[in-house]
């Protein structure tokens, strides 16, 4: 009897909290957020003079990135909104061809966004461009290399109040690469 009480009370308490949560999960305003994960570069490395297929660069190390933003609701689980941020794609390193090769990519980006919420729970999607920038060191010799490309994503959100869990798939769709990922989780405050 004492179990079908608690989970009453367990049950009340949901449906008490998750209108609050609902009803600030689709709110205009500004965030502020982090995350870490695994970024990923895969390019081809040939300069002409290599064997057909050439070598594959394909490495992957950790990853971070700060962002900010500001949603733009319309309506009660649908918003529209910008995001901007830096991200550090780590510095991954492979000998190609025993020819030792690192890479230090980093990244300004700015995303158009548009989400949907059900309850504390939440989709989004992103598109916009991104302003990279590699350092790269071959065989003791340094290179640098920076562009401008288009960038997307995809994520799942969870909200607990002002705070927002939060994982996330980018593609930075870099000319001179054959793939450029991240793939992260962390957390952004709603003011």
Same mark, same amino acid.
């Given at each position: 009897?004492?179990?079908?009480?608690?989970?009453?009370?367990? *049950?009340?308490?949901?449906?008490?909290?998750? @209108?609050?949560?609902?009803?600030?999960?689709?709110?205009?305003?500004?965030?502020?957020?982090?995350?870490? #994960?695994? +970024?990923?570069?895969?390019?081809?490395?040939?300069?002409?003079?290599?064997?057909?297929? @050439?070598?594959?660069?394909?490495?992957?190390?950790?990853?971070?990135?700060?962002? +900010?933003?500001?949603?733009?609701?319309? #309506?009660?689980?649908?918003?529209?909104?910008?995001?901007?941020?830096?991200?550090?794609?780590?510095?991954?390193?492979?000998?190609?061809?025993?020819?030792?090769?690192?890479?230090?990519?980093?990244?300004?980006?700015?995303? #158009?966004? +548009?989400?949907?919420?059900?309850?504390?729970? *939440?989709?989004?999607?992103?598109?916009?461009?991104?302003?990279?920038?590699?350092? +790269?060191?071959?065989?003791?010799?340094?290179?640098?290399?920076?562009?401008?490309?288009?960038?997307?994503?995809? #994520?799942?959100?969870?909200?607990? *109040?002002?705070?927002?869990?939060?994982?996330?798939?980018?593609?930075?769709?870099?000319?001179?690469?054959?793939?450029?990922?991240?793939?992260?989780? *962390?957390?952004?405050?709603?003011?």
């Amino acid at each position: 009897m004492k179990s079908i009480i608690r989970l009453a009370l367990l *049950g009340s308490a949901i449906l008490l909290v998750m @209108p609050v949560t609902y009803a600030n999960a689709a709110e205009s305003g500004f965030y502020l957020g982090g995350s870490i #994960g695994t +970024a990923a570069v895969e390019a081809n490395v040939d300069d002409g003079s290599l064997p057909q297929p @050439p070598p594959v660069f394909d490495e992957d190390d950790f990853g971070w990135k700060v962002f +900010a933003g500001y949603n733009f609701a319309l #309506g009660e689980v649908f918003a529209l909104g910008l995001e901007g941020g830096y991200t550090d794609l780590g510095k991954p390193s492979a000998n190609i061809l025993s020819v030792p090769i690192s890479v230090n990519p980093t990244a300004l980006n700015l995303y #158009g966004t +548009a989400g949907f919420d059900i309850g504390p729970v *939440g989709v989004f999607a992103k598109y916009g461009v991104v302003n990279w920038d590699v350092d +790269a060191v071959i065989d003791d010799i340094r290179v640098s290399d920076d562009g401008s490309d288009p960038a997307y994503g995809v #994520g799942l959100r969870f909200n607990l *109040g002002s705070v927002e869990i939060r994982g996330e798939y980018e593609i930075f769709d870099i000319s001179d690469a054959e793939d450029v990922t991240l793939l992260s989780v *962390g957390l952004a405050y709603r003011f």
